[in-house]
């Protein structure tokens, strides 16, 4: 099979705010911003310990074997537009733990 290449950065975007890029190919070819006002994205592999195709935990990608993996979450911390407000507030990362965020509102 065919094997795409999808590289993603979190980078200043055009409205000077954090931004989530994507460039395409390997090597990886000139960035594009696709969604504004990302501040934060975080993923984690679930993996299938026991070969019933399930996942059965969920870690991040240092030492995961591929061929276990059966899913794949995507957690995103997006930034307001418009500073209206801002207050710190504990916010549940990917992996269920909490923790002390600064957030626009």
Do not use: H, K
């Not at 290449?5 to 070819?29: E, M, Q, S």
């Not at 501040?39 to 969920?58: E, F, P, S, T, W």
């Not at 591929?66 to 979450?73: C, M, Q, T």
Request: glycine content about 8%; overall charge positive.
């Amino acid at each position: 099979g065919v094997t795409a290449v999808n590289t993603f950065t979190i980078a200043n975007g055009a409205n000077g705010a954090p931004a989530l890029f994507c460039a395409v190919g390997n090597p990886a070819g000139t960035p594009v911003e696709i969604v504004p006002n990302v501040a934060n994205m975080q993923i984690l592999y679930g993996v299938d310990d026991n070969a019933d195709l399930v996942a059965d935990r969920y870690v991040p990608a240092t030492g995961v074997a591929l061929d276990n993996v059966r899913s794949i979450r995507f957690a995103f911390l997006f930034v307001s537009p418009t500073a209206s407000a801002r207050r710190a507030r504990s916010m549940p990362t990917c992996g269920g733990r909490r923790r002390e965020r600064r957030a626009w509102r």
